[in-house]
């Protein structure tokens, strides 16, 4: 149903009851009251049910199909915004999935170094590495040693220019000694319509 014109009497019930139940099946197509008797309660509680709009005779035809063309088009508007949410979980869920299944290690920071995302890759990668790293740490002072040099000056060149940098690599140790030879690309991730950028880092271990 795309739209529902009503007079307020009917036969055996009012609009209103009809407004009412319409809403209780979950129809929520806008609704257009038309009344004889015009009375502010009944208008008032018209509107507070959803009625899109509530007319009194004699209508002018020109008014009723002004009343329908909006309805109509608020009608399509709300449509295409509800397909346009589902479409964006259904790509947001997506995006978790690959996600979740890489198997390099990818990080997602924010402007201020402050990490937003992890994958499992990275967070195993991390415990091996710098322990104590998680979604809400920030790098600034995570990331200082001269191991992590590159990672330090790739992630802040990214920030402040908001262009990628090319694979680097570099080697560090595990936190038992063992040496890891890593490969880093960091790209820009835009945070908002601003312009301001947070990092994406894709860190593949390379001595696996």
């Not at 007319?55 to 449509?79: F, G, I, M, N």
């Amino acid at each position: 149903v795309d739209l529902i014109v009503s007079d307020i009497v009917l036969e055996s019930s009012t609009g209103i009851d009809l407004l009412k139940q319409a809403r209780k099946l979950g129809i929520d197509c806008p609704f257009i009251i038309i009344t004889g008797f015009p009375e502010v309660e009944t208008a008032a509680e018209a509107v507070r049910l959803g009625a899109f709009d509530y007319l009194s005779k004699p209508v002018d035809k020109e008014t009723l199909l002004r009343s329908v063309r909006l309805a109509l088009r608020q009608r399509w508007l709300e449509t295409q915004k509800t397909m346009a949410e589902k479409e964006k979980e259904r790509y947001r869920i997506f995006l978790d999935k690959v996600f979740k299944s890489v198997t390099d290690a990818i990080m997602i920071v924010d402007a201020d170094m402050n990490i937003i995302k992890l994958n499992s890759a990275a967070q195993f990668l991390f415990t091996d590495l710098l322990p104590g790293i998680k979604e809400g740490t920030c790098l600034k002072d995570s990331i200082t040693s001269d191991e992590f040099t590159h990672l330090h000056t790739d992630l802040l060149r990214v920030l402040k220019t908001g262009r990628e940098v090319s694979e680097h690599r570099f080697e560090c140790k595990t936190i038992d000694d063992r040496p890891k030879i890593l490969s880093i690309c960091t790209s820009p991730f835009p945070e908002n319509q601003e312009n301001t950028f947070g990092a994406v880092v894709v860190i593949r271990d390379m001595s696996i």
